[in-house]
């Protein structure tokens, strides 16, 4: 029920957001349609000389004033029946190509994986129009929701299983947390990524609970694997991989023997990745460069300096106090760390210019405050099972800082005044936040934590279908 739940929300946003009014979703297509129209990924090099979409989608995105309304939220789409006559007379006029595409953009420095399934979605309906297949294409996004919640579902019950309203409460935050919604209404790996770091989450939960086999080591090989192959960020993961390992060793160690096999399977599952990487490339390469996982980035070709990143995160989250070199990236005043966790996660839409009202980003402060303070108490009350799931609470922990920091590195800066970093790289730790929110319920004690769930839940809810009004009321009214 939670995946149906998750599914029908990303529907519904996909069906309120106007095509291509999310972050980079014309070039997420562009490459999609590379793929299933050429049988070629796009380009990598700056310097290809192919046009960086179809003819088909240009007079598409031209029609509709796409662009425009990126740069000008006041401005709405075109969506009336006269805009959709005019658009079908130039596609009868020009009789665009869909085939001529596949030029560079930043985007094809991406892995292959999200659009090789999304151009077989985008196959179901060619004798449909770019727009039907896009929204094709998008509901394929809310099906990856659907699938996280029910990933988030089965990590939070063998985490906290033994509170049985916990892992529905959790994984129904994560499939309305507004954010995941928008995201999965829309064509972008970054759904794709979430689903991957979530459903490895669970793994890893899973044999340090139960311990480790050939079956489960290649599940957690192949996980890790296609997830990179998915999204370069998913690297961040790695390092919790290792971690969660030598927790294994430690609490299995009467099992070595089957420990090391199930170690064997990780590498098995992780070299068919990279068989899959080396087929694709040698027979579906562009004109240059092959997209291997590698990570789109604001720092691509750039030495990262230790001192200015130091600075970059002091002030990001903590007040200067002279200890590092004040660096000018709050918004009007706003700590970045307030823009990132609270705006940018909950909130900010379309190209993260539909911002969301200050009420509603003071309501969701105040809900994680509560949370925060809820879940020290809960902890307090709960101390003999958080003994117990204490080192699968470091792993978790331990993921939010990488993917955190892997945000942070790869995003930050070269010059002040600037933030690159979105609340959607922070999505594939939502089942870890979905999971907290639902613990911080028993702070209430475990006969009326479910009342409390309820209610968390239902302001979830509401944060969600107050996004969604809020967006239908920007770009129709």
Known sequence: MVAVLGFINAAIWGFVTPIWQTPDEWAQVAYVQSVAERGKLPDRSPASKRPIVSTEQLIALNSTYSFTVVSYPSLKPLWSKSSEERWKRNVHKEKPRRNDGGGYTTIAAHPFLYYLAEAGVYKLASKGSIFTRIQLMRLFSAFLVGLTGFCAWFLLRELVGKYAWLP????????????????????????????????????????MRRGLTLWRGFVIGLVLGLGILTKGNMLALVPVVVVALGV?????????????????????????????WIVVIALASGDSGSAGP?????????????????????????????????????????????????????????????????????????????????????SIKERKTIRVILPELIIC????LTVTVLAHVLFYPGSPGQMAEQGRYLLPIVGLVGGWLAWSCLAAGRNNAPIVASAVVSIVIALNATSIVQTAIVYYT
């Open 168 to 207: 529905t409460t959790g994984a129904l935050i994560v499939v309305f947390q507004p954010m995941m919604g928008f995201m999965g209404g829309s064509v972008n790996n970054d759904i794709a990524v979430t689903f991957m770091a979530t459903l490895l989450l669970y793994m890893l939960v899973l044999v």
């Open 248 to 276: 294994v060793l430690y609490r299995h160690r009467k099992y070595l023997r089957r420990t090391f096999i199930g170690a064997g399977g990780i590498l098995l599952g992780v070299g068919l990745t990279g068989i899959l």
């Open 294 to 378: 590698a990570i789109n980035t604001t720092q691509a070709g750039m030495g990262i300096d230790v001192g200015s990143l130091s600075s970059y995160l002091w002030n990001f989250y903590l007040p200067d106090i002279g200890i590092f070199k004040s660096m000018d990236i709050g918004f009007a005043g706003v700590k970045p760390a307030y823009t990132l966790w609270i705006e940018r996660f909950w909130g900010d839409y379309g190209w993260v210019n539909i911002p969301m009202k200050k009420l509603y980003y003071d309501l969701v402060l105040a809900l994680l405050i509560v949370a925060f303070m809820l879940s020290v108490a809960a």
């Open 397 to 400: 922990g331990l993921s939010v």
